[in-house]
């Protein structure tokens, strides 16, 4: 996965530094516009103990987003993680809905716009025929990379706290804290 990040990227800054400045970040981030789009990942894990094979693990990561800007810079999105784990002996799902405002730091006569964005939602997960749920919260960097008219490609990191509790239960937190670094795309609408 760091291997893809870092080719995105790198692909991501040629691409920039190749467009006019027709693209520039001065046709992006505005008042009114959409930006429609996410990001999708797969993964394949299989355990190796003392030379012998064991059990395989793979995961699919959906992360669909629309965002709008409601003045200039500034954005409101909604974010929809998936993400489904599966092995020979079990499988569970994840899903969250999380808002995320956002500020688009716009760059004078550049196709890259970093932007910095807090993290908010709820979350559940399945497994086995029991569920966990609870609220998600952290913040997420990204630099938004303008590689043709209205097509943005976006890379960067996100910090995630996620509390998935049992119904009912009253003890200490339980879930999981993610780090991710991630790639993906979108399309903005005027």
């Known amino acids: 996965m760091k291997r893809v990040?870092?080719?995105?990227?790198?692909?991501?800054?040629?691409?920039?530094?190749?467009?006019?400045?027709?693209?520039?970040s001065?046709?992006?981030?505005?008042?009114?516009?959409?930006?429609?789009?996410?990001?999708i990942g797969f993964s394949n894990s299989t355990r190796v103990t003392a030379g012998s094979t064991g059990e395989?693990?793979?995961?699919?990561?959906?992360?669909?987003?629309?965002?709008?800007?409601?003045?200039?810079?500034?954005?409101?999105?909604?974010?929809?993680?998936?993400?489904s784990t599966s092995s020979t002996k079990?499988?569970?799902?994840?899903?969250?809905?999380?808002?995320?405002?956002a500020w688009n730091f716009k760059i004078d006569n550049s196709t890259v716009t970093p932007a910095l964005a807090a993290l908010i939602g709820y979350g559940s997960t399945n497994s086995g025929g029991s569920s966990a749920s609870g609220p998600s919260y952290g913040a997420r960097g990204t630099v938004k990379i303008l590689v043709a008219p209205q097509s943005i490609l976006h890379v960067g990191v996100e910090y995630l706290l996620n509390?998935?509790?049992?119904s009912g239960y009253s003890g200490g937190?339980?879930?999981?804290n993610l780090v991710?670094?991630?790639?993906g795309f979108t399309i903005v609408f005027n």
């Open 56 to 83: 395989s693990v793979s995961t699919l990561d959906l992360s669909p987003f629309v965002g709008y800007f409601l003045i200039d810079q500034l954005e409101l999105g909604l974010n929809l993680p998936l993400t």
């Open 180 to 183: 991710d670094f991630e790639a």
């Open 90 to 101: 079990s499988s569970s799902t994840d899903y969250r809905i999380i808002l995320s405002p």
């Open 5 to 24: 990040c870092a080719l995105l990227v790198a692909l991501g800054l040629a691409a920039s530094a190749a467009i006019p400045s027709a693209f520039a």
């Open 173 to 176: 937190r339980n879930g999981n």
């Open 163 to 166: 509390t998935r509790n049992p």
């Open 26 to 39: 001065d046709k992006f981030a505005n008042k009114g516009q959409i930006e429609v789009g996410g990001m």
